[in-house]
């Protein structure tokens, strides 16, 4: 019996093991794998971009001549208030306090005391709020939206729905886009109040900041830019997670265990999503915007 070459003796024995069954090396096989890994993701971003785009292009079409169907959006948003409301309430008190705490720390080891206001109140503008709300939304909003899509997929209601001639994105997915559209600011907005109060409470009473050295540095370094960048990075965090719970939903199968799957993607999707957009808009913003006194 011959022994290896001498090209085979100096390649990895992993490289040179031939699976029996498929004839194919294990280095090829885990190449195959990943490969066929970023053609399934590319793939379902493709296919989640496009209901993303028949919602908006449909909702526009339906606002336009006066189709739009405003109860079940509201229905919607309703929904996602009370599932989002009170956790929003309850992440932002915290987040509040330790950001001020943290910072007020560093900064009065630096001799600036009356920065606690700008510095703690940006950061729950600009960071804390949209992301708190990205989250919840993701989170809750996400969940709920998935396992009622998915729950519908399963039991062939989407399918029915094609044979009646309804569009399911027209009826399913456009209100709640438009839910999320306008849960998404509010709640941003709530979690932004919220988390400053608490700011101040701990700065006030903890660190000894006057009330009027928190709001003047507030005031100074807080501009309209800043709120409206808050804003619409929350709007577009939420419709980043409606669209991926709605793809998710609506590609259900397999059974009940098919919609748990479907949930659990979405909400991993979506949260890991908006943690990766935030970091690119943060840049962007930080480059064409700095902070500057107001």
Not at 38 to 54: E, K, N, Y
Request: include cysteine.
């Amino acid at each position: 019996m011959s022994g290896p070459s001498n090209d085979e003796r100096g390649r990895p024995r992993f490289d040179r093991e031939v699976d029996v069954a498929t004839g194919v090396t294990p280095a090829a096989a885990l190449g195959r794998n990943f490969s066929d890994t970023v053609l399934s993701s590319l793939a379902t971003l493709g296919r989640a971009l496009r209901i993303g785009a028949r919602a908006l292009r449909i909702g526009a079409v339906d606002a336009l001549t006066l189709r739009f169907q405003i109860h079940e959006s509201l229905t919607q948003a309703w929904f996602l208030i009370k599932v989002t409301a009170v956790p929003g309430i309850l992440m932002a008190i915290p987040f509040g306090i330790i950001l001020s705490a943290q910072v007020g720390n560093i900064v009065t080891q630096l001799g600036a005391d009356t920065m606690i206001g700008a510095a703690g109140g940006l950061g729950v503008i600009k960071q804390g709020a949209p992301m708190v709300a990205a989250m919840l939304l993701g989170g809750a909003g996400a969940a709920a939206i998935a396992a009622d899509l998915g729950a519908r997929t399963i039991r062939e209601e989407v399918d029915a729905m094609r044979v009646m001639g309804v569009d399911p994105i027209q009826r399913l997915v456009v209100p709640r886009i438009a839910a999320m559209m306008l849960v998404a600011p509010l709640l941003n907005i709530l979690i932004i109040v919220v988390g400053i109060a608490a700011g101040f409470a701990v700065a006030v009473t903890a660190l000894d900041v006057t009330p009027g050295s928190y709001w003047e540095s507030f005031g100074s370094f807080t501009t309209s830019l800043d709120i409206w960048v808050s804003l619409i990075k929350s709007m577009i965090f939420g419709m980043l997670v409606v669209v991926i719970a709605c793809q998710r939903g609506m590609e259900a199968k397999g059974g009940p265990r098919g919609v748990a799957d479907g949930v659990n993607a979405a909400v991993v999707m979506s949260i890991a999503a908006v943690v990766v957009l935030n970091t690119v808009i943060t840049q962007v913003v930080t480059m064409f915007f700095p902070v500057r006194m107001a």
